[in-house]
């Protein structure tokens, strides 16, 4: 005999000849996930949308097959999690994940921490990265590559792991600037130098977090 199911967990399978159960039926049998699908990974937390500069944020990962089965295997899955400031150039400043952490007994769950620091419009980028020469859990005959090296350049990187990519990636994260860091706020102004007796003296303060961004 034979069976096929899409979805994991415990079945109790019944085998039978002609209406009576045989010999040690019936079976409890456990379905097990498949290889984990970037595709239909998801994620879902504060860090996903808004952050502030210089302040600890986190999201978390659920890995899950191809059926979107969560994931139950004892082997952790490694995932490419970057965020670029836009607009993207050259110089852009970039953030990646400070820790990610497999939640022991969550099925498939990975909480994922990250302190920015340039204020601005970021896209983040998430993708799982299988082992190389594994099969893709999509086709039994295509094998995973490897994620192009970042001396590449951003478009290239990612063109490399569009296909892992998680549910809803990229995201686009507004990190805001942080409080106000009397050390790294700077004054100008003629004032600070020199005035007129009886004249009203004026000067400037440009406040700035400890990142060195200006509030805004």
Sequence with gaps: ???????????????MLRGVHVAMSPYLVEI?????NGHNCSAVGPGLSTATSNVETYFTIQARDVFSNPQVHTVVDKFYIQAIR???????????ETEVAH???????????????ASGSYLLRIALLPPLG?????????????KV????????????????????SPFVVYVND??????????????????????????????????LNNRS
């Design 1 to 15: 005999g034979s069976y096929l199911t899409s979805v994991a967990g415990q079945y109790r399978l019944n085998v």
């Design 178 to 211: 942080g409080a106000v860091s009397a050390k790294t706020s700077s004054p100008w102004g003629i004032a600070l130098s020199h005035a007129t007796a009886g004249v009203p003296a004026l000067f400037y303060v440009q406040a700035r977090d400890k990142a």
């Design 32 to 36: 097990f996930p498949d290889h984990t």
């Design 134 to 146: 594994r099969h893709l859990a999509t086709s039994r005959d295509t094998k995973a590559h490897a």
């Design 86 to 96: 836009q607009p993207i150039g050259s110089l852009s400043p970039i953030f990646n």
């Design 103 to 117: 939640i022991s007994e969550s099925h498939g769950q990975y909480l994922v921490r990250y302190t920015p620091k």
């Design 149 to 168: 090296h970042a001396d590449f350049g951003p478009r290239a990187v990612w063109e490399s792991i569009a296909s892992e990519e998680i549910e809803g």
